[in-house]
Nanobody, 119 residues
Framework: QVQLVESGGGLVQAGESLSLSCAAS????????MSWHRQAPGKQRELVAV???????NYADSVKGRFTISRDDAKNTVYLQMNSLKPEDTAVYYC?????????????WGQGTQVTVSS
């Protein structure tokens, strides 16, 4: 069993910043990748940013230069620093972790945290 607990969402004005965090716990031998996704009302869930074991990162074009993903392996935690927020960044943000444990490799989702950016 793997649990992901997210925190840090909220309401901000355009141009402001927010930081999200997601802590993984449970039967984890190794975290292969952690990522952030978002889903706006009426839209499909989309990948925002991913960081893999070793530290390589990748971002959606819409957030490049504004968002930064990072991870703390000692804490099994991934962060998303969001700067210069825009109203179109409004969505529920979900954390995902691909982990290796006693039962093999699995992917898990957090419960989601709301980010609202007002214009």
């Amino acid at each position: 069993q793997v649990q992901l607990v997210e925190s840090g969402g909220g309401l901000v004005q355009a141009g402001e910043s927010l930081s999200l965090s997601c802590a993984a716990s449970g039967s984890i031998f190794r975290i292969n990748a952690m990522s952030w996704h978002r889903q706006a009302p009426g839209k499909q869930r989309e990948l925002v940013a991913v960081v893999i074991s070793g530290g390589s990162t990748n971002y959606a074009d819409s957030v490049k230069g504004r968002f930064t993903i990072s991870r703390d392996d000692a804490k099994n935690t991934v962060y998303l620093q969001m700067n210069s927020l825009k109203p179109e960044d409004t969505a529920v943000y979900y954390c995902n972790a691909v982990t290796m444990g006693p039962w093999g490799t699995r992917g898990d989702w957090g419960q989601g945290t709301q980010v609202t950016v007002s214009s």
